[in-house]
Nanobody, 124 residues
Framework: QVQLVESGGGLAQTGGSLRLSCTAS????????MAWFRQVPGEEREFVAA????????VYDSTVKGRFTVSRDNAKKTVFLQMDSLKPEDTAVYYC?????????????????WGQGTQVTVSS
């Protein structure tokens, strides 16, 4: 059983940056595909970025491509989300997720393990 804990959220201005971290325990994170999702109250959880265990190629949603960077440090059991050029529409609770199955990386239902979330607020 993998436990995930996010950190690094907070308040940023438009155009600013934040770096989220997700630290895993209870399992070997190097075996897992890792992803970031976000959710605004009243809306569905949406895919942001992922980095697979196998090829380490990152995958991004089109709304964040070119602004966000996902990376992982398996030795530290940590996944990062560097968020640059932030926009007010990036405001959400950001969740880290992990999975072992080969299902598509953009589906929340494919991920059995989730962190508690961290709030990101971008002011205009």
């Amino acid at each position: 059983q993998v436990q995930l804990v996010e950190s690094g959220g907070g308040l940023a201005q438009t155009g600013g940056s934040l770096r989220l971290s997700c630290t895993a325990s209870g399992g070997d994170v190097s075996d897992y595909d890792m992803a970031w999702f976000r959710q605004v109250p009243g809306e569905e959880r949406e895919f942001v970025a992922a980095i697979e265990e196998r090829n380490r190629m990152p995958v991004y949603d089109s709304t964040v491509k070119g602004r966000f960077t996902v990376s992982r440090d398996n030795a530290k059991k940590t996944v990062f989300l560097q968020m640059d050029s932030l926009k007010p529409e990036d405001t959400a609770v950001y969740y880290c997720a992990a999975k072992l199955s080969p299902r598509a990386v953009v589906l929340p239902s494919a991920y059995p393990y989730w962190g508690q979330g961290t709030q990101v607020t971008v002011s205009s």
